[in-house]
């Protein structure tokens, strides 16, 4: 196993380097930059982020490369970027040189990694603070939804999915199967805006909070009132994300453990005499699991960074869903291969994880024994 986890690790390497370079050769490609945003803003044409999406002119990222026939050089700098007419050429160059831009792109690709390598992902374009301590600032958001939808996701869903397995074909699997069904059918952004209206004062009651992590006077709350409001302006948010996970793994827990009883060891335990529970949790349990956690890391990751955005919008929540999706909107590039950078190596890592617990819940699997 040991060697197993280190060619992993090593092939983590290039995995890495071929994600941020398929991303940053990418973005070369995009309409917008982060010099084309400043100049909007100075000319009065910056109408709001989302007004970019799609929009024409060239990429900002392109500076360094390209010249335009019959111009200057510093003709053609302010020439490459929409709405740049009239401004001075001396002016776009020093905004080329303040993004980085003034450099070819491979040179900035190789300087990223580099700095990247040691965890330095350098400032915001636009925020004027670290993108570190931007990214620490959204993580308490991210990491509550995440960590207790997981919770919520396993230690109610599992269960109940072997339940239904136990039960299959009865009334109880019937009518459960029916309102799992309906909840995954349902959007979560749609469901949350169904919770808003009817417990957060929309229209009817006024039980939850719809807005914020915490209260305004949450500092002058004794411990208990402050466990008492997280988990109430939790509620909600963490209701909607949890519906169409909570689902997906009742019934994967299920038919994973329908499969198993329907073995021929099973049969064999049960003649043996052996209690219907010993058979259930001695025998078919720790076969049945091992699908369930191999949806693991994609549930992990699911859980803290994808998803969320909507959620993280409808009920007021600035997490990382929201920070990943406006530094896209604004071209704030350092945030943006910051956040994709931390996300795929979390994913990368954790799915060595599910390999290394797929050998504690099963010692039969040998990976040595297999092709990387």
């Known amino acids: 196993m040991a060697a197993y986890l280190l060619k992993r690790l090593l092939l983590i390497i290039p995995t890495m380097l071929g994600i941020m370079l398929i991303s940053f050769a990418i973005i070369q490609f995009a309409p ?25 002119g060239s ?12 111009q200057s050089g510093s003709d053609a700098a302010a020439s490459r970027y929409r709405g740049a007419q009239g401004l001075d050429p001396e002016f776009i160059k020093q905004l080329e040189k303040q993004f980085g831009f003034d450099k070819p792109a491979h040179e ?15 400032k915001s374009y636009f925020r004027d603070v670290s993108v570190i301590q931007l990214i620490k600032e959204k993580l308490p958001v991210s990491i509550s939804l995440g960590v207790w939808m997981m919770l919520i996701t396993y230690l109610i869903a599992v269960p109940l999915g072997i339940r239904k397995a136990v039960r299959d074909g009865e009334q109880f699997d019937t009518w459960t199967s029916g ?60 209701l909607a994300l949890a519906l169409s996970a909570f689902t997906t793994t009742a019934f994967l827990t299920k038919n994973s453990f329908l499969d198993e009883i329907r073995k021929q060891y099973v049969m064999t335990a049960r003649a043996k005499g052996l209690t219907e ?53 604004n071209r704030d590039y350092p945030v943006v291969f910051a956040t994709l950078y931390i996300f795929a190596l979390m994913g990368l890592l954790v799915n060595l994880l599910s390999d290394f617990i797929y050998t504690l819940v099963d010692p039969r699997i040998d990976f040595e024994t297999r092709e990387v």
Request: hydrophobic share 50%.
């Open 277 to 329: 529970r010993h058979v259930l949790y001695g025998h078919v349990f720790r076969n049945a699991m091992l699908l369930i956690i191999a949806g693991f890391p994609g549930a992990f990751i699911s859980a803290f960074f994808s998803g969320a955005l909507l959620i993280e919008t409808i009920f007021s929540l600035d997490g990382l869903g929201l920070l990943s999706f406006e530094s896209i909107i």
């Open 108 to 122: 900035r690709f190789l300087l990223m990694m580099k700095n990247y390598l040691v965890f330095d992902f350098g």
């Open 59 to 70: 990429d900002g990222l392109t500076s360094g490369g390209r010249s335009m026939s019959g």
């Open 32 to 56: 917008g930059g982060p010099v084309e945003r400043v100049i909007a803003q100075l000319t009065g044409t910056d109408t709001g982020a989302t007004s970019r999406i799609g929009g024409g």
């Open 179 to 238: 309102v799992l069904v309906i909840g995954y059918a349902i959007p979560g952004f749609l469901f949350a805006v169904l919770l808003l209206v009817l417990f957060a004062g929309g229209s009817f009651f006024q039980w939850f909070p719809s807005r914020g992590l915490t209260s305004e006077n949450w500092n002058q709350l004794s411990l208990l009132g402050k466990v008492t409001d997280y988990f109430w302006h939790l509620t909600l948010p963490l």
